[in-house]
């Protein structure tokens, strides 16, 4: 369960956010300032430490916190390439901004000036993202490990929970708060999933492109709302005539009309899906790179 093609291939918000959060914790550790990262009271209703309010989106407080928080962010670029570069960033930045005042309520609430109440790193976006993983990415596997079930989003939230839990009461907050975020954008309060930046912004991304190695050259990404171009099962079979035969799987009802739901013809998802043995994640990998072709 990769999130879709290898690489940021279809997703440069999410290659800038993702090098811009890796930069700022290196800065941060190599100074030796990690453990000044984080968000008090006295931060927010006293100083008003400006440069905290800013690195405190990017920046993680430590080592592992980076390393499952960039996993995390690297996996969930599969949102960008189903709704398009220009809505991810206005979940984006609804994300960050709807977090951070529940944050803000938060530590006005709980009023400790002795102690930072709220870890660093971008908590808000990370775990706003789960609210449409859990809803939206279907279950495609089951699996068993020593007698014990896992599905192929085990992982995921496994991930998450660690993050959730890396500073205890300083990230459980940031992390319910992205929740809270992410649930209101999916209730769709003020039409904010309608809501769009204006094209030069989010094109600004694709054309001062982070350099990656082996990733094919972005292309416009898709909208899950039914934007997405309707690819016909010729262009599906063109794409994968020279790969390995496999053998023929009687695709899901249930995952064809997921990857209906999506925008994709409906032949072709049902040849996607039986290149992909059912697996519906790897069906959405068949289909966006035979867009590229």
């Known amino acids: 369960m990769n999130g879709g093609p290898s690489g940021f291939n279809n997703a440069p918000v999410t290659k800038t956010f993702v090098i811009a959060s890796a930069l700022f914790t290196v800065f941060f550790g190599i100074q030796g300032r990690s453990f000044k990262l984080g968000l008090s009271y006295q931060d927010i209703f006293r100083k008003l430490s400006i440069w905290k309010l800013i690195t405190s989106v990017f920046a993680f407080s430590s080592t592992p916190e980076l390393m499952f928080g960039l996993y995390l962010l690297y996996y969930f670029r599969v949102f960008e390439r189903q709704i398009g570069s ?3 960033s206005v979940f984006i930045l609804f994300s960050v901004m709807a977090s951070f005042l529940f944050e803000v309520m938060a530590v006005a609430i709980l009023k400790d000036p002795t102690s930072n109440l709220l870890t660093s790193g971008p908590y808000g976006l990370i775990f706003a993202s789960f ?23 085990s992982f995921i939230y496994l991930a998450g929970l660690q993050l959730l839990l890396s500073s205890w009461k300083r990230s459980l907050l940031p ?5 809270l ?11 904010i999933r309608k809501a ?27 909208n899950l709302a ?18 390995v035969a496999s053998s ?10 997921t990857l209906v739901s999506m925008g994709f013809d409906q032949n072709s998802a049902r ?13 959405i990998n068949i289909l966006l790179e035979a867009q590229s072709h």
């Open 86 to 88: 220009n809505k991810y």
């Open 131 to 153: 609210v449409p993983f859990f809803f939206d990415i279907p279950v495609s596997t089951w699996f068993r490990i020593f007698g014990v079930r896992f599905s192929n989003k």
């Open 175 to 179: 992390g319910i708060c992205g929740i």
């Open 181 to 191: 975020a992410g649930s209101l954008y999916r209730l769709n309060v003020f039409h």
């Open 196 to 222: 769009k930046f204006p094209e030069f912004i989010t094109s600004f991304f694709s054309r001062v492109s982070w350099p990656s190695i082996g990733n094919p050259p972005t292309t416009p990404a898709r």
């Open 226 to 243: 039914g934007n997405v171009p309707s690819y016909t099962t010729r262009q599906v079979e063109r794409t994968y005539a020279s790969a």
């Open 248 to 257: 023929a799987i009687e695709p899901s009802e249930d995952a064809v009309a």
């Open 271 to 283: 040849q996607a899906l039986v290149h992909a043995r059912n697996d519906i994640n790897a069906a």
